[in-house]
């Protein structure tokens, strides 16, 4: 049996794009999100369309650039895309959907909100279309698994929603010092459970994940015999 190819083999090329365009679309968005794994903090999206004519050297996954790369990256395709739009969905709203519906919805309202409207989107890995006749998404798309190693306008928008989430929760660091968050961005590493098993929850957490239910407090807890 063949192996899986790591997305770090994989090259950040227009490839698909180009692919998009010889089928006839003209204006063609990458979508991705972050902080879906997250335990804390809002879920970002962002959808990007790429001006064909215009490069922008480096844009690469944005897991594969450091945070200066990142930021230097997000400010050119700001500037130079032909749209952008980038969506956040809070905490409560991750647990009141559930993380993968929230991450289609993010996604789902960032392409809706580009100027000019996209006649093609590319996603990274994600389905946009469900089976309710009332929540199909109207606009072709290809759900492209590692899409963000692989398509440019993907890795665009990785970066804008990386470069958005993590400016985010370097203000929640400041607001909630006892989980670390500067360091690690509301992710579930050992200093961040540590945190949690001490302090509880904030209000930013995202109460439907494990540990973070585990140490909530009862609604009416036991308080012994009357």
């Not at 972050?34 to 962002?46: E, F, H």
């Amino acid at each position: 049996m063949p192996r899986a190819r790591d997305p770090r083999d994989l090259q950040c090329t227009r490839r698909l794009e180009a692919l998009a365009s010889r089928q006839g679309w003209r204006r063609v968005a990458g979508c991705d999100e972050a902080g879906r794994g997250a335990l804390l903090g809002p879920l970002y999206a962002a959808a990007v369309i790429l001006d064909p004519a215009v490069r922008i050297p480096g844009i690469d996954d944005s897991k594969k650039l450091s945070p200066t790369e990142r930021t230097a990256l997000a400010a050119q395709i700001r500037k130079k895309a032909l749209a952008f739009h980038v969506v956040a969905i809070p905490a409560e709203e991750v647990d009141a959907l559930n993380v993968y519906e929230a991450s289609r919805q993010a996604m789902i309202r960032a392409i809706e909100n580009l100027d000019p409207r996209p006649d093609y989107v590319l996603t990274d890995a994600m389905p946009l279309a469900t089976k309710g006749e009332d929540q199909v998404f109207h606009i072709p798309y290809s759900a492209i698994v590692h899409g963000d190693a692989q398509s440019v306008s993907i890795a665009a928008a990785s970066i804008l929603a990386k470069v958005e989430r993590d400016a985010r929760l370097q203000e929640l660091a400041r607001l909630y010092p006892q989980y670390q968050l500067d360091h690690n961005k509301g992710y579930g590493t050992a200093e961040h459970l540590e945190a949690l098993a001490r302090y509880g929850p904030c209000p930013e957490h995202r109460k439907t994940f494990q540990p973070v239910k585990d140490y909530l407090l009862p609604l009416f807890p036991f308080s012994g015999s009357a």
